[in-house]
Nanobody, 127 residues
Framework: QVVLVESGGGLVQAGGSLRLSCAAS????????VGWFRQAPGAEREFVAAIGRSGVNKNYADSVKGRFAVSRDNTINTVWLRMANLQPEDAGIYFCAAASSGSDWYIPQLVHDYDQWGRGTQVAVSS
């Protein structure tokens, strides 16, 4: 089991950038795929990006492809989400989540595939 803590959220102008961090504590972080999700007020939690155990395999929602990049460093138990060209529709609470994984190809996109969640970090984008 891992405990996840997000940081790096804030308020930016449209077109700006942020880098979110997800710090994990616990054992064998490299046994987990990690996903990023976001949730706007009144909306369902939606998939943003995910990264496999080793960091080689990645997946992105169509809405963020080319603007967001996910990476990880298992030596320091951290996953990052770099976000560029932010738009008002990117605003919301961003959560990282971990899914125990037996394969580096396992990069789930569904909320129910993840069993460990952080508390989230707020991202606001002014137009």
């Amino acid at each position: 089991q891992v405990v996840l803590v997000e940081s790096g959220g804030g308020l930016v102008q449209a077109g700006g950038s942020l880098r979110l961090s997800c710090a994990a504590s616990g054992r064998r972080f490299d046994n987990y795929a990690v996903g990023w999700f976001r949730q706007a007020p009144g909306a369902e939690r939606e998939f943003v990006a995910a990264i496999g155990r080793s960091g080689v395999n990645k997946n992105y929602a169509d809405s963020v492809k080319g603007r967001f990049a996910v990476s990880r460093d298992n030596t320091i138990n951290t996953v990052w989400l770099r976000m560029a060209n932010l738009q008002p529709e990117d605003a919301g609470i961003y959560f990282c989540a971990a899914a125990s994984s037996g394969s580096d190809w396992y990069i789930p996109q569904l909320v129910h595939d993840y069993d460990q969640w952080g508390r989230g970090t707020q991202v606001a984008v002014s137009s």
